[in-house]
T-cell receptor
Framework: QQPVQSPQAVILREGEDAVINCSSS?????VHWYRQKHGEAPVFLMILLKGGEQKGHEKISASFNEKKQQSSLYLTASQLSYSGTYFCGTANRGSNYKLTFGKGTLLTVNP | DTGVSQNPRHKITKRGQNVTFRCDPISEHNRLYWYRQTLGQGPEFLTYFQNEAQLEKSRLLSDRFSAERPKGSFSTLEIQRTEQGDSAMYLCASSPRVNYGYTFGSGTRLTVV
């Protein structure tokens, strides 16, 4: 079943922060995050495997709450280059080899 | 590492014709995936290969769709008797193992007229 992402779209000014959420109705094995710019392929950002684990770089990080079947992506001090559509991809127990993607969150960062 | 390569980049075909797309994954990656993406949607799973074995095919996929990965290297996706609803971006991705990020190709954009 497809994970639900929120919000559908967000507009920021450079330097502002954003949070993108991803939730599933099924027990999750892992969560991936990807960014896709217009006309390009999705690019892998990070994978989360354990409950409560937080990963990422200094300005882009994510958390995974296994019990709540939710993940959140945190973008701090946003840059123009962060603009794009962010997708979470979830792998369920029993089929941990394949990802089901959400509909995406369109992030626009303006100067 | 030259990334995942897909050909052709664009394909326009008449309804009812057959089309075939090719994907060359990263050479060390034994896992290969095909996804379909339409405007405003996330990638939708089509099929999965581990080496040359096709381990899963989406139940949403009709019998007009078939995929192969001979010798566990490149893969082809064929659509027979194309319909307008098949118009989409077809993405190929590969990964070296489970619990590893996917590397996507640039996709093949199919337009059925």
């Amino acid at each position: 079943q497809q994970p639900v992402q929120s919000p559908q779209a967000v507009i920021l000014r450079e330097g502002e922060d954003a949070v993108i959420n991803c939730s599933s109705s099924k027990a999750l094995y892992s969560v991936h995050w990807y960014r896709q710019k217009h006309g390009e392929a999705p690019v892998f950002l990070m994978i989360l495997l354990k409950g409560g684990e937080q990963k990422g770089h200094e300005k882009i990080s994510a958390s995974f709450n296994e019990k709540k079947q939710q993940s959140s992506l945190y973008l701090t001090a946003s840059q123009l280059s962060y603009s794009g559509t962010y997708f979470c991809g979830t792998a369920n127990r029993g089929s941990n080899y394949k990802l089901t993607f959400g509909k995406g969150t369109l992030l626009t960062v303006n100067p | 590492d030259t990334g995942v390569s897909q050909n052709p980049r664009h394909k326009i075909t008449k309804r009812g014709q057959n089309v075939t797309f090719r994907c060359d994954p990263i050479s060390e990656h034994n896992r290969l995936y095909w996804y379909r993406q339409t405007l405003g949607q996330g990638p939708e799973f089509l099929t999965y290969f581990q080496n040359e074995a096709q381990l899963e095919k989406s139940r949403l996929l009709s019998d007009r769709f078939s995929a192969e990965r001979p010798k566990g290297s490149f893969s082809t996706l064929e659509i027979q008797r194309t319909e307008q609803g098949d118009s989409a971006m077809y993405l190929c991705a590969s990964s070296p193992r489970v619990n590893y990020g996917y590397t996507f190709g640039s996709g093949t954009r199919l337009t059925v007229v």
